[in-house]
């Protein structure tokens, strides 16, 4: 089959690599229906994470193939949405619902690579979702979205406790600050303050909910949240960006006993210790426990009643996806998604 791999910082191929197939019998064969690059995957792409021939990408949707001796969840045929983390689904930390701690948790681009034509999933029935049928052509895009960036936004709105008679503010207008700002409207905040720079991020955000656009950053956008929320800050704030500045812009811009998600990957944070404390915020965040909020989020897609899709900006073959980084570093595109 063909795949993603990524030989060093930079140089992304697509080449020949072994058909995946049954090693446990709790495995599934997935052949994919499409794929995509994130904001994540940049990290190994610039260097910050180390990369040697490391098979890429962890969003999938797709058609199951096969299945080993004691899957139940899910058959051959079925379309299926999958977590960016295995997990079994059944342990106790599963079922407190943080699947992406779950005892048997690997990331999926660390070890299987879902920028492919097929792959095993491991722990299949804890970790696919199978829709209610096959999905029409236009669902795919936003189906994709909820494997990891709408799920992750989600998880990211829900840590923050978004809901009615809230002021949320979102860090980072990337995809999945976008889909937080999706998800902070869905769940029922009055208000939605997205952080952005960028023209088209912006009106997207808009789209997505947003009520309110702030362009500063740093010191400047604390002060401008505090001065739309009288003084306080937002009672619920996002951060999806990872940068040492994001971060303490929000922790900055949450309000006494509020409430921050934080769910960029954040390499090089230093959060200063006294600053935390004295901002006597609550935070959660992490890696997103996605398939906690999949077979919500498929259904809520399925209705038609969001659509997340909108937020691949650039469709290439997977044989492109080489430019498909390009236009990513370079933040010619939001999110690429991958035909296959």
Known sequence: MRGVVMYKAGDVRVEEREDPRILE???AVVRLTATCICGSDLWPYRGVEP??????????VGVVEEVGSEVKNVKAGDFVVGSFVISDNTCEICRAGFQSKCVHAEFVAQTIGTQAEKARIPHADGTLVATPGHPDPELIPALLAASDVLGTGWFAAVAAQAGPGKTVAVVGDGA??????L????????????MSRHPERQKLARYYGATDIVEERGVEGIARIKELTNGLGA?????????????????GATRGGGHMGYVGVNYGV????????LAGVHTLGGPAPVRRFLPELIQLIWDREIDPGKVFDL????????????????RRATKVLLTL
């Open 235 to 251: 009672h619920s704030v996002v951060e999806a960006v990872g940068t040492q500045e994001a971060f303490m812009q929000a922790v």
């Open 51 to 60: 990369a040697d021939h490391q098979v890429m990408g962890h969003e999938y």
């Open 25 to 27: 019998p709790t495995d």
């Open 176 to 181: 999945v600050g976008l889909m937080a700002v």
């Open 315 to 330: 469709t290439l073959p997977l044989d492109q996806a080489a430019e498909g980084y390009r236009a990513m570093d370079e």
């Open 270 to 277: 230093t959060v200063p210790g006294i600053e935390l404390f």
């Open 183 to 194: 998800a902070a409207k869905r769940l029922g905040a009055e208000r939605v303050i997205a």
